[in-house]
């Protein structure tokens, strides 16, 4: 099973500022056939089902703020929060459409400063 | 929009079965492959099972495998899970998920692009 490792586990990160949640894979997420990496973001505030954000590392869902990005390839990956909102205030997972089982990493709680 | 609903949950002792139940609207649920998601309380998120979108193909986690049951009724639009030898570790609040990108003859390429709000399943004596 390919393994998702996120860091940090948790971020406190003051409004307007940016938050960036890294996401590692323990084998690459990249398929040369179409020179896609095959990783979705989501978000899941408290007491709410997730919500996907980002799909293709860096497709965002429509919808979704353009204050949210995701970018990396191969293991490495990346969502960015360009400014943050008091909405922002949420679990963040990466997860991993490579393979299955489909992976999950363990969540970054993003909190305000 | 889409919908998806689930039901079904409830509190089940070890060793029971237990069936869930996702309603679906808003858009052409036999078109799609659909997922099982799990959450144990506090924790993260668990893949536990997909299905093609005519039924024909069916995949689990390691840790269902034997004893979970994936299935759809394209004419309900209706997803289910039946759930057997329930164990302490699988309660958790499941949730119904669309998958979104693609699949092909042996799998499926899939983010989740909607979700329930999902069901709560507690396995306690």
């Known amino acids: 099973d390919i393994v998702m490792t996120q860091s940090p586990d948790s971020l406190a990160v003051s409004l307007g500022e940016r938050a960036t949640i890294n996401c590692k894979s323990s084998q690459s997420l990249l398929y040369s056939s179409n020179n896609k990496n095959y990783l979705a973001w989501y978000q899941q505030r408290p007491g709410q089902p997730p919500k996907l954000l980002i799909y293709w590392a860096s497709t965002r869902e429509s919808g979704v703020p353009d204050r949210f990005s995701g970018s990396g390839s191969g293991t490495d990956f990346t969502l960015t929060i360009s400014s943050l909102q008091a909405e922002d205030v949420a679990v963040y997972y990466c997860?991993?459409?490579?393979?299955?089982?489909?992976?999950f990493g363990q969540g970054t709680k993003l909190e305000i400063k | 929009q889409v919908q998806l609903v689930e039901s079904g949950g409830g509190v089940v002792q070890p060793g029971r079965s237990l069936r869930l139940s996702c309603a679906a609207s808003?858009?052409?649920?036999?078109?799609?492959?659909m997922h099982w998601v799990r959450q144990a309380p506090g924790k993260g998120l668990e893949w536990v099972a997909f299905?093609?979108?005519?039924?024909?193909?069916?995949y689990y986690a390691d840790s269902v495998k034997g004893r979970f049951t994936i299935s759809r009724d394209n004419s309900k639009k209706t997803l289910y899970l039946q759930m057997n030898s329930l164990r302490p570790e699988d309660t958790a609040v499941y949730y119904c998920?669309?998958?979104?990108?693609?699949?092909?003859?042996?799998?499926?390429?899939?983010?989740?692009?909607?979700w329930g709000q999902g069901t709560l399943v507690t396995v306690s004596a």
């Open positions: 998920a669309r998958g979104g990108g693609y699949c092909s003859s042996i799998s499926c390429s899939n983010w989740f692009d909607s």
């Open positions: 299905i093609y979108h005519d039924g024909t193909n069916k």
């Open positions: 808003g858009f052409t649920f036999s078109a799609y492959p």
């Open positions: 997860q991993q459409y490579y393979n299955s089982p489909h992976t």
